[in-house]
Each structure stands twice: as C-alpha cells, then as structure tokens.
C-alpha cells in the first residue's frame, strides 16, 4: 500500500486524491493539499518508488494504476482524482480502466501520449551528490547547482533528500531504468465518460493542441482550461490559481 498523508475530514462533498509527478512526494503538495481540504477530505500519496511508499522493481502505467486504486479502495468515496505529469498519467489509466473508482478527474499539464525528452539528466545529477557531505538541504542544493540550471528545480529535488539516513527517498536506479516507461503511455481500450480537465500552464508544451482529438476519443468530456504565466510546474509556480481552478471546477 502507498504511503499517505491525509488532510480534513470526511464530508458530504467527495474526497480528492492528489497523485504527484516524477521525482515528486505527498509532501510537496501539503500547502495546496491543506487549503483544498478545507471543505472535503483531501488525500496525497507517495507513489512508488517515491517518498515513503515501497520499492518496487517496476514502474509502469498499469502498475502505479493498480496501486491508486487499492488506496481508493480502502477510503470512503467517492474521490476525485488529480495527477500531475507522470500522477497525471497514472489516473488516466486507472479512469480509463476502473472508471467506477473514479468520481471526476483532474490531469495536470500532461497528455495520454508518448514523450521525446528524456528526465535521466536529473538523475545523474541526483546521484553525483556527495550524500557524506550534505548535513542540510542547502549543502545539497550547493552541489545541484552546478549541473540543474532551474533553481525551482534545485529545491524540489532536496525535498526528496532523508537528511537524518543520508539516502535519496526515490529509487533512482529504477526509475532510470523504467524511463521508457515512464515517458510513454500504455495502449488502452477504454474509455472515461465523466468530467474530465486537462489543466496546463500556459507557457507549457506539454499538451498540444493535436493532441485533443486523441485525448476527446478516451475522454468524451474533456474540457480544457490553462493557468497564465505558469509551466510545466504550474502548482508550484501559481498555487493560488491553481487551487482556484480546481475548487472551481470541483465545485
């Protein structure tokens, strides 16, 4: 079972599952997760090989679909769902298989298609860090720095750091390994029928305009929404207008 972190309490409105991206945590969603929660239960997961959740020698759609699901399946629904980039992938495929796990979905700045670029620079980088020499997430940034141009990036990836065991909380040999995977989206035969958004960030190419019939086709009622001067990281660069999108949305 994945690890959680759970925020409020159960109301008369459904739950909301936050699923994070690649080389993310339950944690790096807590403020969002916390100012959401404020009128219906809100739940962040750790997904696998990731945070505080198990390793496992896999990482692909199917399997992180499974895992969504045998959370859900242990709260008291019906749940929302939201992923972020590779999250967004894996609730696709667990709404696009188990389409009655799922009360409405949320897909943030990602489409149910393959990618060119590659993240294994990140974990090369991750892996050069002298892990004897950090003693606080500065001491890690340090090092970072001079290989992750993106300062945004530099703190996002401390956070995955276990300062006390010294160790990185991402199984990055896996992950390397399993970046195909990670990067391509599996053939699926089904399709999701209930309200679907597709948040992204204005100043993000993640989801193109071609890519919309394809996304119509397994999921007949998608909307389309962005957020204006925000990327790829568009909760952390705007988390006020995203928080706003979503609880409007979800109203």
């Known amino acids: 079972m994945l690890n959680t972190i759970e925020h409020g309490t159960r109301t008369d409105r459904p739950g909301l599952l936050i699923v994070h991206g690649l080389y993310g945590s339950a944690r790096n969603w807590g403020v969002i997760a916390k100012r959401l929660s404020e009128d219906r239960q809100v739940v962040a997961v750790d997904m696998r090989n990731h945070g505080l959740s198990p390793w496992y020698e896999t990482h692909s759609y199917p399997d992180m679909a499974d895992d969504l699901a045998q959370v859900l399946q242990g709260l008291e629904g019906p749940f929302d769902l939201l992923g972020h980039s ?101 053939e699926v035969s089904g399709q999701f029928d209930k309200p679907t958004l597709f948040l992204s960030g204005a100043n993000s190419d993640y989801v193109k305009r071609e890519d919309r019939d394809h996304i119509k086709a397994l999921f007949p009622q998608a909307q389309f929404a962005k957020i204006p001067g925000a990327g790829h990281w568009l909760h952390a660069e705007k988390p006020r207008e995203f928080e706003a999108a979503v609880r409007t949305w979800t109203a």
């Open 86 to 186: 590779m999250g967004g992938k894996a609730a696709m495929v667990l709404a696009l298989t188990r389409p009655e796990v799922v009360n409405r979905l949320i897909v943030a700045d990602i489409a149910p298609v393959a990618y060119g670029h590659s993240q294994i620079e990140f974990i090369k980088a991750m892996k050069a860090v002298d892990l004897t020499r950090v003693e606080r997430r500065s001491d890690a940034a340090e090092q970072l720095e001079r290989v992750v141009d993106d300062p945004t990036l530099v703190t996002f990836f401390t956070q995955s750091i276990d300062i006390k065991e010294k160790k990185w909380r991402l199984n990055l040999d896996v992950l390397a390994r399993e970046m195909p995977r990670i990067l391509s989206f599996p």
